[in-house]
């Protein structure tokens, strides 16, 4: 297993747009959860999947927010209309059942809005 | 959400000397977690504490869970530059909202040759 992939590492768009990305977590591990980190902050809670349920959304995720994780797979986190507050790291973490086993996070992907 | 307050912000030392980075909460946390963070990457987990007053090492590293499980302490004997990163404190809840990590800011170490 490669760890947590995340695609892609950045990318760079218009204010407006919508963007998607992609996290493939460790096959075994049945949590997946999405972060975002701003410059000089830890990361911030958006939302957490126990296999295909999204068990939980953070005040953060606005309506613009929307993630899936169709097949309790891979999950993608869709940005709409993005503004330039949206520019952040964007995390993804897999782990076992509970947390206090510890994430495995994938290099995030750095978004952009200009 | 538990408030996870980490002291100091940024922290520049020589190498090999000694530092302590610190973890503050007014919440109780069934566990604690300690990552490293390097520019551009994702946080790797370091350390899980889980009982109060615990003590784990990790060749330089020795952390320790405050006897009330709420603070925790890093501590870095003979820093190497390898050492410098991010270090994040992450605190675990058993509450209702599910057991997603809380995050503090971050302790920036900077280990200079």
């Known amino acids: 297993d490669t760890g947590v992939s995340q695609d892609p590492r950045h990318k760079i768009t218009k204010r407006g747009q919508n963007v998607t990305f992609r996290c493939d977590p460790i096959?075994?591990?049945?949590?997946l959860y999405w972060y975002r980190q701003t410059l000089g902050q830890g990361p911030e809670f958006l939302t957490y999947?126990?296999?295909?349920?999204?068990?939980?959304k953070s005040r953060l995720l606005s309506d613009r927010f929307s993630a899936e994780r169709p097949k309790g797979s891979f999950s993608t986190l869709e940005i709409q209309r993005t503004e330039q507050g949206d520019s952040a790291m964007y995390l993804c973490?897999?782990?076992?059942?509970?947390?206090?086993?510890?994430?495995?996070f994938g290099s995030g992907t750095r978004l952009t809005v200009v | 959400t538990q408030l996870l307050e980490q002291s100091p912000q940024f922290l520049s030392i020589q190498e090999g000397e000694n530092l302590t980075v610190y973890c503050n909460s007014s919440s109780v946390f069934s566990s604690l977690q300690w990552y490293r963070q390097e520019p551009g990457e994702g946080p790797v987990l370091l350390v899980t504490v889980v009982t109060g007053g615990e003590v784990k090492k990790l060749k330089r590293l020795t952390f320790q869970f405050g006897d009330a499980r709420k603070d925790s302490s890093l501590h870095i004997t003979a820093a190497q530059p390898g050492d410098t990163g991010l270090y994040l404190c992450?605190?675990?809840?058993?509450?209702?909202?599910?057991?997603?990590?809380?995050f503090g800011k971050g302790t920036s170490l900077l280990v200079t040759p």
């Open positions: 992450a605190g675990v809840s058993n509450s209702n909202s599910g057991y997603a990590l809380n």
């Open positions: 096959s075994e591990h049945n949590r």
């Open positions: 973490a897999s782990s076992h059942t509970g947390a206090a086993r510890g994430y495995t």
């Open positions: 999947f126990q296999n295909e349920a999204q068990l939980e």
